[in-house]
């Protein structure tokens, strides 16, 4: 069983930055696909970003050169740096594992381990 726990979530102004922790337990951290997925209120939860094992990133258009998404398996830990934010990246923020590869890394369906989420709000 893994488990994962966000933090770095909070209010920030438009143009601001934050930085989101996924902490997780699991002695094969550096195995698992890692994933940070949002959710507006009233919208599907979406993908935002994923890095695999190897480091390989992925990232959904509207966060490119805005979003870094890294981790550091020495201390079981994902993160996510979020600069120049906008209004429209107001959601809960969850973090989710895969630990066994599937080549897909975008839909929800692949991740099978998930946080509780921490909330993100920018205000414009």
């Known amino acids: 069983q893994v488990q994962l726990v966000e933090s770095g979530g909070g209010l920030v102004q438009a143009g601001g930055s934050l930085r989101l922790s996924c902490a997780a337990s699991g002695r094969t951290f550096s195995s698992y696909t890692m994933g940070w997925f949002r959710q507006a209120p009233g919208k599907e939860r979406e993908f935002v970003a994923a890095?695999?094992?190897?480091?390989?990133?992925y990232y959904r258009d509207s966060v490119k050169g805005r979003f870094t998404i890294s981790r550091d398996n020495a201390a079981n830990t994902m993160f996510l740096q979020m600069n120049s934010l906008k209004p429209d990246d107001t959601a809960v923020y969850s973090c989710?594992?895969?630990?066994?590869?599937?080549?897909?890394?975008?839909?929800?369906?692949?991740?099978?381990?998930w946080g509780q989420g921490t909330q993100v709000t920018v205000s414009s």
């Open positions: 890095i695999r094992s190897g480091g390989t990133t």
């Open positions: 989710a594992a895969r630990d066994t590869y599937n080549i897909a890394y975008s839909s929800p369906r692949v991740y099978n381990y």
